[in-house]
Each structure stands twice: as C-alpha cells, then as structure tokens.
C-alpha cells in the first residue's frame, strides 16, 4: 500500500509533523532503536495515540520511496478527522434523526474511499473507523464533505450510541432480508471486514442482521457496493 504524497520518511520530517499538530495514521520505526530523536518521536506518537509498528530495517528498506527513512516512516492522514459527537451534532444541526456508517475494518482505502462518497450521497452524517487494521485518509481517499471519526474500539463506540438512542444494523448472509427490516429511526449500519465480513464481538452488539438478496453464482458482494445496496435501501424508508 502506497500512501505517496502523504508518506513522510526521516526523522525530522516525522517530528516536524507532530509538532505541528498533523495527524499521523500509521508510524513504522525500526525496531530496538534507542536513540535520542527516535524515543522523541516515539514519545510524541504515544502523546498522539498514534499506532506504532516495530518493524525490520529490511522492511522500512521495502516501504522507503527515497531510501533516507533514517528508521521511521510514517503515513499522514490526508484530511483532518472528525469526532463521534462532531457526526451527532451534524445530525442535530439538519434536525434529521442521525444515519452512520461505522466500518469494522475496513482495510483497502479504495473501498473507504467509495463508501465515504456513497454516505455523503445517501444523507449519512458521518463514518467511523477503526483505529487498527484499517484503512485511514488517504490520497486515495476522496475528499468530501462527509465527516470521519477515527476510534479505538468499534464495539465500545456502538454501545455508547445505542445508549444515546441509535440503533444497529449490520450486513451479513445470514442476517433477515434487508427489505424484512424496519430501518427508520436513528440507525448505524455496520459494513464489515473484506475478508472476514463483521467481527463477532461487533455483531452481538448489533440489534439487527440484514442480508441483501442475491441470485447469482458468486456469494458476497464488495464492501463498497453492499454499503451502497444497504444504504439507499435506509434512504427509500426514510422516504416513504
């Protein structure tokens, strides 16, 4: 995965942009390095509740586009990210009872980058995102209007807004055929992994499963194009 223009590499590049407040996805540093800069970066990115991955200088060698990483590349979040009450707020400011999309791990920043325009389409007030094992802001990512709340923990996240009055639907081929389900109201859906779809922990927490139906020989649909399906099935019974 290449994160291009937002892809700082050295040590003075990466704590230049701590200091100056960017947000930093991902931090790679080379792994039993003591030195002085690279426990001050070590220290800011803990300050920041950055993810730091401990990795081989092999490894850094492979990522590094100039070969000067100096042991840290980091990955810069392209657009500044919201917060969960930011995306309430939002909801609160349109009088519209509140409509987000939360990603269980989604990992690939094309498919966030086409479910961040499907939630603007559809009227959703906001994304959230894992902090771990997901994709961030990217290049790739187009920039809208929808705002993105990173956190730590998806299933936490849900249990805090189900106690502020929102309701969760997840997909998954098991689930009660989406056009089975009431889906008005103050909802969450929850689109999961590529691969693994919905983590189990984050699907006890849902009220709901939704299947979308599906006739031909292949057995699940892209992430992207599920949140789309799904979405607009929110928006027609919203409309009605």
Not at 60 to 69: A, N, R, V
Not at 101 to 113: Q, Y
Request: proline fraction near 2%; hydrophobic fraction near 40%.
């Amino acid at each position: 995965m290449r994160y291009s223009e937002l892809t700082l590499e050295g040590r003075n590049a990466v704590i230049e942009a701590f200091r100056a407040g960017k947000t930093i996805d991902k931090l790679f540093v080379l792994e039993h390095c003591q030195e002085g800069s690279m426990n001050t970066i070590i220290r800011e990115a803990k300050k920041k509740d950055t993810i730091i991955n401990y990795v081989k200088k092999d490894r850094l060698d492979q990522m590094s586009e100039t070969g000067k990483h100096q042991g840290v590349i980091a990955y810069v979040a392209a657009y500044d990210y919201a917060t969960v009450d930011d995306i309430l707020e939002r909801a609160r400011e349109k009088d519209e009872q509140p409509f987000i999309i939360v990603l269980d791990n989604i990992e690939d920043p094309h498919n966030l980058g086409a479910i961040i325009r499907t939630a603007n389409l559809a009227g959703a007030h906001g994304v959230i995102i894992s902090k771990h094992r997901a994709a961030g802001l990217t290049a790739t990512v187009a920039k809208n209007y929808t705002p993105v709340a990173k956190v730590t923990n998806i299933a936490k996240t849900i249990e805090k807004l189900k106690d502020q009055g929102l309701w969760f639907v997840c997909a998954d081929m098991g689930g009660t055929r989406m056009y089975d389900l009431d889906l008005k109201g103050p909802i969450g859906l929850v689109i999961g992994n590529e691969g693994e779809g919905v983590s189990r922990l984050v699907k006890e927490k849902c009220d709901f499963i939704a299947s979308v139906p599906m006739f031909g020989d292949i057995d699940s649909l892209n992430a992207s194009v599920a949140t789309g399906v799904l979405a607009y099935e929110i928006v027609r019974q919203r409309m009605l």
